[in-house]
């Protein structure tokens, strides 16, 4: 009977995530497992799923050190090589937007450009990983925010210089209309505005580990104070992924 039931639960269950597009994409290639995840490839080189999967375990190290915790289950990851086919597997509104895409917390899509674009990818997304796992409450321009901060891309050159360059009332009424995101206009700039905002509270917010994020409450007078003034030295305790986990 608690068979039959759990049975019929899982068919549910598997049913809801086919119909939101969320059934885990095959992308018949090699696959790796490790101590955390799941990898699926669409490389046939074993070697390349192996190497993924230690890419994902050094990104995980780095940001349970940062966190202070980590979440419990194995999680999928699915890397595609293969822009078209990675593309096929995102929401029509996404593919225009160029997103890497996430399942709400059923699995990270990457793309894997090249190996130092697939690191950086794959680390932002195991960022909202771990904020779907242990703050699972907080808002969007927070996780947003966290992961463009925590998992910056090594290419895009110094994001948080681009920040500073705004005009403190452009910066002002961006910091406004955070708690709006992902809704409304400049959804790029607001995110990179989240992310320097993020950054400033990890600097100078006295915060035992990443979670503590969450209970705290950004003055916006404070932060442009420290944007304009800051040395570009990051504490050594908050640092990005990649820094923190070599
Ligand atoms: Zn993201």
């Known amino acids: 009977?608690?068979?039959?039931?759990?049975?019929?639960?899982?068919?549910?269950?598997?049913?809801?995530?086919?119909?939101?597009?969320?059934?885990?994409?095959?992308?018949?290639?090699?696959?790796?497992?490790s101590a955390h995840y799941e990898i699926r490839t669409d490389q046939g080189s074993a070697r390349f799923s192996r190497s993924v999967a230690q890419a994902a375990e050094q990104?995980?190290?780095?940001?349970?050190?940062?966190?202070?915790?980590?979440?419990?289950?194995?999680?999928?990851?699915?890397?595609?090589?293969?822009?078209?086919?990675?593309?096929?597997?995102?929401?029509?509104?996404?593919?225009?937007?160029?997103?890497?895409?996430?399942?709400?917390?059923?699995?990270?899509?990457?793309?894997?450009?090249?190996?130092?674009?697939?690191k950086d990818t794959l680390a932002h997304e195991l960022v909202h990983h771990f904020n779907a796992e242990l703050l699972p409450d907080i808002p969007?321009?927070?996780?947003?925010?966290l992961a463009k901060a925590l998992a910056p891309k090594r290419t895009a050159g110094d994001w948080l210089e681009a920040v500073a360059t705004l005009r403190e009332?452009?910066?002002r009424a961006r910091l406004r209309t955070l708690d709006s995101l992902p809704e409304g206009e400049d959804y790029s700039v607001r995110c990179l505005v989240a992310a320097a905002v993020v950054r400033f509270a990890l600097e100078t917010g006295d915060l035992a580990d990443v979670r503590a994020l969450e209970k705290w409450k950004l003055r916006p007078d404070d932060f442009l104070k420290w944007l304009r003034g800051r040395r570009g030295n990051l504490s050594k305790r908050f640092q990005p992924v990649w820094a923190a986990g070599s």
């Open 1 to 33: 009977m608690l068979l039959g039931m759990r049975a019929l639960w899982a068919l549910l269950v598997v049913s809801l995530l086919g119909a939101t597009g969320c059934t885990t994409p095959e992308p018949r290639g090699t696959s790796a497992e």
């Open 59 to 118: 990104a995980h190290a780095a940001l349970k050190r940062l966190y202070g915790d980590e979440p419990v289950s194995s999680f999928p990851v699915v890397v595609y090589t293969d822009q078209r086919a990675f593309e096929e597997q995102l929401a029509p509104a996404l593919r225009a937007k160029g997103f890497v895409g996430e399942c709400e917390d059923h699995y990270a899509l990457v793309l894997w450009r090249d190996d130092d674009k697939g």
């Open 140 to 145: 969007y321009w927070l996780d947003e925010g």
């Open 169 to 171: 009332d452009e910066l």
